[in-house]
């Protein structure tokens, strides 16, 4: 999903990271109860565990350069801006981007947010495909 807002002077940006019932580039979709789950799930594991990372593109570690510092579940439909309108359930995470380097870069090339393998859960837990 595509980041919909950033913040330059706090380098934050904030995207939407599952749309509910939202059809994706492998055909697939998530269902607005299993993003909750996912969503409390994720903040779980971030609390109790290590193996929650952040990475760029899959594969680089960039928990020392960014943090999650929002987290929440659209509590109605939001209009963001005249063109796009997140709708109710979505997962909204906002990132603050500590390294000048990386902030450079994501506001140069990085488009969006993925759950990057939380989907692989989901399906374990019934979620649709």
């Not at 109605?76 to 063109?83: H, L, P, S």
Request: hydrophobic share 35%; net charge negative; aromatic share 8%.
């Amino acid at each position: 999903m595509e980041l919909f807002k950033e913040n330059p002077e706090k380098q934050i940006v904030y995207g939407v990271i599952f749309e509910p019932d939202a059809v994706d580039a492998q055909d697939e979709f998530v269902s607005k109860d299993d993003i909750e789950d996912c969503a409390h799930d994720y903040l779980i594991k971030m609390r109790r565990e290590k193996g929650c990372r952040a990475k760029l593109s899959h594969e680089v570690d960039i928990d020392s350069r960014a943090d999650i510092v929002e987290s929440y579940l659209a509590p109605c439909d939001i209009q963001v801006g005249e063109d796009s309108l997140i709708k109710e359930g979505s997962w909204i995470v906002a990132m603050k981007i500590h390294d000048e380097v990386l902030w450079k870069e994501t506001r140069r090339n990085i488009v969006g947010y993925s759950a990057g393998g939380y989907y692989s859960n989901l399906k374990e837990k019934g979620g649709e495909s």
